[in-house]
C-alpha cells in the first residue's frame, strides 16, 4: 500500500486505530532519511579542519567558501524538494533523495585519496553535499500531512531533530574514524556513510507510504507565496536555523583559528549540534503549550545574550566562556527551531477555509522557511569570513548577530505578541501561535 486515499487524522477514531501506527512508521524512516542527509551536508566542515594535514593546503578564505558552497546550494535544494514531494509522492522521493546522497560521498573519497587534487574539484564536491541539504524541506513537508494539528509541533520537531542530529554525528564520528591506523585517512570520512545510505535507500521504498491529499494543488502554493506569514516566518527562521547550521558549519574551524593553543578541542565541537538538535522537539513541545511566538521571542533574547558572551570571550580570550556560549547559541537555536516550525502550521490553519488547501499551504512555507533559513546558514559563513578577512577577529561578525537578533525580537513581538495583534487578527489567538 504505497499510496493512500482515505487518510483524516483530525478524526481521533481514524487516529487511534490507524493512522497513528502509519504516521509514525513513516516518521522513523523519514528521520532515517534526513539524518543521513544532514551527515552528508556538513561533512566538509569536519573534512576541512584536516586538508592540510594531507598536503591540500587552501587559505582561510577557501575553507571557508568549501563551508559555505554546500550550505548555499542546500538552502537553494530547499524549494524544488518541497515541491517534490507532492509531485512524487514522499515514498518515491524520500527514497530519491536518500540515494542521491552516495553522489557527493564517492566524490569526496576520490578528492582527498588523489593527491594534487585542483580546488575546483573541491568545491564541486561540496556543492554536491549541498543535495543533503535539501532533504529536510521535504521530508517536512511530507511529515505534515500525516499529522493531526495537536500533535505536529512534537512530530516535526522530532523529524527535524532526527535529521539535525546528522550534524552531532558527523562532527563525533569523522575525527575518530579518519584517525583508524597511522595518519589521516580522510576517505574514510566519505566511506562510512554508503553503507547506510544504501539501507535508508532501501527502507524508503519498501516501508514507507505516500498520500494522495499530499498531491499538488497550484492555488494553494500560489496563496501560500503570497501570504505576508510566509515571509514573516522565513524571516524569523533565519535567525534560528540559520543559527544553527551557520554556526554548525563553522565552529570547528572557529576553534582551531581563533583558539589555536585548544585546537584538541575540535572533536568536542558535535556537542553544540548534538545538544542543539536534542532542543528542536522541546521548542516544538513548549510551543505547543505555552504558544510558539513566546516561546520564540525568549530564543532571540537568549540568542542576543549568548552572543555577548561569545563577543566578551574573544576579547578576552577565554576558552570556557567562548566555548560555553556557543553551546548556548546552539540550544537556544535548537529550541527556535522547534518553536518557529510549529507556528507555521498553527498560522495557516486560520489561513483558509479549506483543510486541505491549509496544509498544503503550510507545507509549501516549510519548504520556502527551510530554504530562506538555510540560506541564513550561508549568510553567517560569509559574515565570518569577512571578518576574520578584514578584521583578523570575530568582533565585528558577531556584533552584525547581535544586532540581527535584536530585529527578530522586534518582529516576533509586533507581528503576534503586541497588545492589540489579536483584536485585529483573532484568528491568530485562536491556532495558539
Not at 141 to 156: R, V
Not at 164 to 180: D, E, F, R, Y
Not at 256 to 269: D, M, N, R, T, Y
Amino acid at each position: 500500500m504505497s499510496w493512500i486515499d482515505h487518510w483524516e487524522p483530525e478524526k481521533p477514531e481514524f487516529w487511534e486505530n490507524k493512522g497513528k501506527r502509519i504516521a509514525r512508521k513513516n516518521l522513523v524512516f523519514s528521520i532515517l532519511a534526513e539524518n543521513l542527509g544532514f551527515s552528508v551536508w556538513v561533512l566538509m566542515s569536519i573534512v576541512v579542519v584536516s586538508l592540510g594535514s594531507v598536503g591540500f593546503d587552501f587559505t582561510v578564505g577557501q575553507q571557508f567558501w568549501l563551508l559555505i558552497v554546500p550550505n548555499l546550494i542546500g538552502a537553494v535544494l530547499r524549494v524544488p524538494y518541497t515541491f517534490a514531494v507532492p509531485k512524487f509522492g514522499g515514498r518515491l522521493w524520500t527514497t530519491i533523495s536518500a540515494g542521491l546522497l552516495l553522489i557527493p560521498c564517492t566524490m569526496l573519497a576520490y578528492a582527498v585519496s588523489t593527491p594534487g587534487t585542483p580546488y575546483w574539484f573541491f568545491l564541486l564536491t561540496s556543492a554536491a553535499m549541498g543535495l543533503g541539504g535539501g532533504n529536510f524541506s521535504s521530508s517536512m513537508a511530507n511529515i505534515s500531512f500525516f499529522y493531526p494539528e495537536g500533535k505536529k509541533g512534537l512530530a516535526l520537531g522530532m523529524n527535524a531533530a532526527g535529521g539535525n542530529l546528522g550534524v552531532a554525528s558527523t562532527q563525533l564520528l569523522v575525527p575518530v574514524v579518519i584517525t583508524i591506523g597511522t595518519g589521516i585517512h580522510l576517505a574514510y570520512a566519505a566511506l562510512i556513510w554508503m553503507p547506510f545510505i544504501v539501507v535508508a535507500t532501501a527502507c524508503a521504498w519498501f516501508f514507507m507510504n505516500s498520500l494522495t491529499q499530499a498531491k499538488p494543488d497550484g492555488t494553494s502554493y500560489r496563496l501560500a507565496m503570497s501570504n505576508m506569514h510566509t515571509w514573516v516566518m522565513s524571516f524569523l527562521y533565519i535567525g534560528t536555523f540559520g543559527s544553527f547550521i551557520g554556526f554548525s558549519f563553522a565552529f570547528p574551524s572557529l576553534i582551531k583559528i581563533s583558539f589555536v593553543e585548544h585546537q584538541g578541542w575540535v572533536p568536542l565541537a558535535f556537542i553544540g549540534a548534538l545538544i542543539g538538535s536534542v532542543a528542536r522537539p522541546l521548542g516544538g513541545w513548549l510551543a505547543d503549550r505555552i504558544g510558539g511566538a513566546k516561546v520564540t521571542l525568549a530564543t532571540f533574547l537568549g540568542l542576543g545574550a549568548g552572543t555577548i558572551g561569545v563577543i566578551v570571550s574573544v576579547d578576552s580570550h577565554n576558552f570556557a566562556l567562548f566555548f560555553g556560549s556557543f553551546i548556548a547559541l546552539f540550544v537556544l537555536g535548537g529550541v527556535g527551531n522547534g518553536s518557529t516550525y510549529r507556528m507555521i502550521p498553527a498560522i495557516f490553519r486560520t489561513q483558509s477555509d479549506d483543510d486541505k488547501s491549509a496544509k498544503r499551504q503550510a507545507a509549501a512555507v516549510v519548504g520556502i522557511a527551510g530554504a530562506i533559513g538555510a540560506a541564513g546558514g550561508v549568510l553567517v559563513n560569509l559574515v565570518f569570513k569577512f571578518s576574520l578577512e578584514g578584521s583578523k577577529t570575530l568582533t565585528p561578525a558577531l556584533t552584525a548577530f547581535l544586532v540581527f537578533y535584536g530585529l527578530c525580537v522586534g518582529t516576533t513581538w509586533w507581528f503576534y505578541l503586541r497588545r492589540n495583534v489579536f483584536a485585529t487578527r483573532p484568528s491568530l489567538a485562536y491556532a495558539g501561535v
